[in-house]
């Protein structure tokens, strides 16, 4: 535990049923700019988690405290798009093309090449923006954090930034057709000839009508041609400001100094209004719809492919959250799962389809069903899961099944190996 200045405490303590450690609360808590929210220690992770909330801007920050020398930072930004121009993708590349203060072509190129760096990514949402970074090596972190402050809150955005990272004009020689080209324009591409991707992206639209992820926040390469330079650097202004960030710390770095050096970079905005980026819940449905799509292929197929999708509670509620992943566990995840063995067991397909359970946005939805079938055994392939959920809710869960799905998302858990 360590001690930070202050001015006037007000705490309590209240015990959280989840995981039965105290919560402090802690109220008009300063410390260079900031004021503590909240303190809450995670033993499971030997770690104390803060909560602040920067006073000129209401920039959030949650840092985390232990004695893992991997140190973490991340800073994101809800960026919910409103059409399928893929603003936010493309905004996510052409931050990282050069700053005010790191003023090359490149610079996360360099750092790759010369950084001590264990993580190094940045990752566009249907809902959010996010800008991890990781090392080992304190003065290195230190570096990285402030690269990765200037590009996100001061990229030389210009017209040819947008032309070579989003879309424009090439021609490939003085006879060929004119054609649109561009580093996500291409990426999308790639991702609309893949007939596993588009299910995913139809499924999600197909749950999600009414709001943001109705539409492709990637870009449609149909549509991303629409974007104009003035609507890209609308976007940056309006979403990549403290008020709508939220900052992450993790690891033995020392907690001051990191409230330092974002004071250092937010205290230079004023608060703006971001209540237009909040994501508005999905209304439910007041009976099932069909949708039916189509998908390029190179050849007449009479195969497709087929989802049943359920649109399910906030993501939010953590206990909820964990429930439902060890339903997925149980329901598709197990060489005897219910939901897997049946469809397969029918010979309606050649394999599952739908992502399972997907709880990365605001509401979490489940899909599930069956690809490389003929379109016209699509309401008997639903007619086997409706049956196999039936019988699921009339019979109960084989008690072994739930004992193995809650052991493995402990192991999980316990094991904290991400992959990378």
Not at 84 to 106: D, R, W
Not at 236 to 241: I, L, P, Q, S, V
Not at 401 to 420: H, K, M, P, Q, V
Request: charge should be negative; hydrophobic fraction near 35%.
């Amino acid at each position: 535990m360590y001690t930070l200045k202050s001015v006037r405490v007000d705490w309590y303590y209240s015990l959280h049923p989840a995981s039965m450690t105290y919560i402090i609360k802690e109220r008009k808590y300063m410390s260079h700019g900031f004021t503590k929210i909240n303190e809450m220690e995670i033993r499971e992770m030997g770690s104390i988690a803060h909560v602040y909330r920067h006073d000129k801007t209401g920039a959030r920050v949650l840092s985390i405290v232990n004695d893992d020398e991997n140190k973490v930072f991340g800073i994101s930004f809800r960026t919910p798009p409103e059409d399928s121009t893929g603003v936010a993708h493309i905004l996510e590349h052409s931050v990282l093309c050069g700053s005010e203060k790191y003023p090359i072509k490149e610079p996360f190129v360099e750092l790759l090449k010369g950084s001590l760096q264990t993580f190094l990514n940045a990752l566009t949402f249907p809902d959010k923006t996010c800008y991890p970074v990781a090392s080992a090596n304190a003065q290195d972190f230190y570096n990285l954090i402030d690269v990765y402050l200037d590009a996100v809150f001061y990229p030389r955005l210009t017209e040819n930034t947008l032309k070579q990272e989003g879309w424009h004009f090439e021609m490939d020689g003085p006879d060929k057709p004119m054609t649109y080209k561009g580093v996500v324009y291409n990426e999308m591409k790639g991702a609309y000839s893949s007939p596993e991707s588009m299910l995913y992206d139809y499924s999600q639209q197909s749950i999600f009508p009414d709001n943001t992820y109705g539409i492709d926040s990637g870009g449609d390469p149909a549509i991303i041609p629409d974007l104009t330079f003035d609507q890209f650097m609308a976007f940056h202004r309006d979403h990549y400001h403290p008020s709508n960030g939220y900052a992450y710390f993790y690891g033995d770095d020392d907690p001051e100094k990191r409230l330092e050096l974002l004071d250092a970079v937010f205290s230079k905005f004023d608060k703006i209004d971001v209540s237009k980026t909040r994501v508005p819940l999905q209304e439910r449905f007041t009976e099932a719809r069909t949708v039916r799509e189509s998908y390029p292929a190179s050849q007449r197929l009479d195969k497709g492919m087929f989802t049943v999708n359920w649109l399910l509670a906030e993501t939010c509620d953590p206990n909820l959250n964990l429930a439902l992943h060890i339903l997925e566990h149980i329901l598709i995840g197990l060489p005897s799962s219910p939901l897997k063995k049946a469809p397969m067991d029918s010979g309606l397909g050649a394999d599952l389809a739908g992502v399972g359970l997907e709880a990365d946005m605001r509401q979490m939805f489940f899909s599930i069903g069956l690809n490389g079938m003929h379109p016209s055994n699509a309401i008997k392939a639903e007619s086997i899961i409706f049956h196999t959920i039936k019988e699921l809710i009339e019979k109960g869960i084989d008690a072994r099944d739930i004992e193995a799905a809650i052991n493995s998302t402990e192991f999980s858990l316990r094991e904290n190996n991400t992959g990378s």
